[in-house]
T-cell receptor
Framework: ETGVTQSPTHLIKTRGQQVTLRCSSQSGHNTVSWYQQALGQGPQFIFQYYREEENGRGNFPPRFSGLQFPNYSSELNVNALELDDSALYLC?????????????FGPGTRLTVT | LAKTTQPISMDSYEGQEVNITCSHNNIATNDYITWYQQFPSQGPRFIIQGYKTKVTNEVASLFIPADRKSSTLSLPRVSLSDTAVYYCLVGGMGTGGYNKLIFGAGTRLAVHP
């Protein structure tokens, strides 16, 4: 069984640039969620994708967008980067219809915006 | 989803039992209680989930009183490797695949030699 993987591990961008983060879900999982975790805080829900469509969204502006592909992998895109976007970005996969909280997280991508 | 309150930090020593209590006064009838563990620079890891009474697995036990307004995560005989942040989450079964997790600040557990 393959776990959740994310790439890249670390990334440094300049304010105003755009970034794409990638996630491969755990084998057999069809739902992907993205979270932003600032230093010292708990993860904050960005959005979730199910059947290649956004299936729920947290309190994040439209410049945060995503995609889910037929193989259930996913991308998180952030446009017009701001300094406050510096955080650990976590991807979590799950199987729709299973227990509400059984999500499996990847190791995250550490984004630094300068 | 119900809001949760848990201690900001706790300290313990190797070999001791650690109990972390979480308050969730507004828990709904169909809500489950779930605990996650997170090490620095890693994603959270599912520990245990329960609905009522007691649940035990190879890692921890979860005690839930009859009114379900609180829960206690019990870690038996902790070791240095149990130093982490522990999150208590409360929520119901998702429908249509929509099952976001709402994390609080968590409890930072430090285990000392």
């Amino acid at each position: 069984e393959t776990g959740v993987t994310q790439s890249p591990t670390h990334l440094i961008k300049t304010r105003g640039q755009q970034v794409t983060l990638r996630c491969s879900s755990q084998s057999g999982h069809n739902t992907v969620s993205w979270y932003q975790q600032a230093l010292g805080q708990g993860p904050q829900f960005i959005f979730q994708y199910y059947r290649e469509e956004e299936n729920g969204r947290g309190n994040f502006p439209p410049r945060f967008s995503g995609l889910q592909f037929p193989n259930y992998s996913s991308e998180l895109n952030v446009n017009a980067l701001e300094l406050d976007d510096s955080a650990l970005y976590l991807c979590a996969s799950s199987l729709a219809g299973q227990s509400h909280h059984e999500q499996y997280f990847g190791p995250g991508t550490r984004l630094t915006v300068t | 989803l119900a809001k949760t309150t848990q201690p900001i930090s706790m300290d313990s020593y190797e070999g001791q039992e650690v109990n972390i209590t979480c308050s969730h006064n507004n828990i709904a009838t169909n809500d489950y209680i779930t605990w996650y563990q997170q090490f620095p620079s890693q994603g959270p890891r599912f520990i245990i989930q329960g609905y009522k009474t007691k649940v035990t697995n190879e890692v921890a036990s979860l005690f839930i009183p009859a009114d379900r307004k609180s829960s206690t995560l019990s870690l038996p005989r902790v070791s240095l490797s149990d130093t982490a942040v522990y999150y208590c989450l409360v929520g119901g079964m998702g429908t249509g695949g929509y099952n976001k997790l709402i994390f609080g600040a968590g409890t930072r557990l430090a285990v000392h030699p």
